[in-house]
């Protein structure tokens, strides 16, 4: 006879009421901000935030590797995103000299123009969207809990995202 499994550890109302909206967030946010970066900009949300992380990353340059940690994207995804980066001239791939096996994506000077030109529209809607909600205690409480949860899903986000310069 097979043993039965525990009980589930059911949600009280109050985390009910938290998980089902942090899950409109996720569902709604990523789908707003990619909406205003295709209309605005041309380019979709992803895009935009590999060109972002490459643009703070020391020579504009990162091991592909790294670059899908900080953008929190497999390296699948982020390989056919910096494909279609290459083919408009916004990112440049290659081998790393001492080592072939490992490849740098470094973004371009037209890529930095195009960040550059993205950024005010972006900024202003994250500020709408997210930002103008709360106080800054808030604003706090929201990188402290978001951070937890990404440790939570992959350890090494948060530390990786940090590691970049400002």
């Given at each position: 006879m097979a043993e039965r499994s525990p009980e589930p550890r059911w949600l009280d109302d109050e985390e009910m009421g938290a998980w089902l909206a942090l899950n409109g967030v996720i569902l709604l946010l990523p789908a707003a901000l990619d909406s205003q970066m295709q209309r605005d900009n041309g380019i979709t949300m992803f895009e935009y935030l590999v060109m972002a992380m490459l643009s703070?990353?020391?020579?504009?340059?990162?091991?592909?590797k790294r670059l899908a940690r900080v953008t929190n994207g497999s390296l699948s995804r982020l390989s056919h995103v910096v494909t279609r980066l290459e083919r408009r001239g916004w990112v440049r791939r290659q081998p790393l000299a001492e080592n072939g096996r490992v490849t740098m994506a470094t973004l371009t000077d037209s890529g930095y123009a195009k960040v550059v030109e993205s950024a005010p529209s972006h900024v202003e809607t994250v500020r709408q969207l997210v930002f103008d909600a709360l106080d800054r205690s808030?604003?706090?409480?929201?990188?402290?809990?978001s951070e937890q949860i990404l440790r939570s899903l992959d350890a090494e986000c948060p530390s990786e995202r940090a590691a970049l310069p400002r």
């Amino acid at each position: 006879m097979a043993e039965r499994s525990p009980e589930p550890r059911w949600l009280d109302d109050e985390e009910m009421g938290a998980w089902l909206a942090l899950n409109g967030v996720i569902l709604l946010l990523p789908a707003a901000l990619d909406s205003q970066m295709q209309r605005d900009n041309g380019i979709t949300m992803f895009e935009y935030l590999v060109m972002a992380m490459l643009s703070e990353a020391p020579g504009h340059t990162l091991q592909l590797k790294r670059l899908a940690r900080v953008t929190n994207g497999s390296l699948s995804r982020l390989s056919h995103v910096v494909t279609r980066l290459e083919r408009r001239g916004w990112v440049r791939r290659q081998p790393l000299a001492e080592n072939g096996r490992v490849t740098m994506a470094t973004l371009t000077d037209s890529g930095y123009a195009k960040v550059v030109e993205s950024a005010p529209s972006h900024v202003e809607t994250v500020r709408q969207l997210v930002f103008d909600a709360l106080d800054r205690s808030q604003v706090k409480q929201l990188q402290e809990i978001s951070e937890q949860i990404l440790r939570s899903l992959d350890a090494e986000c948060p530390s990786e995202r940090a590691a970049l310069p400002r």
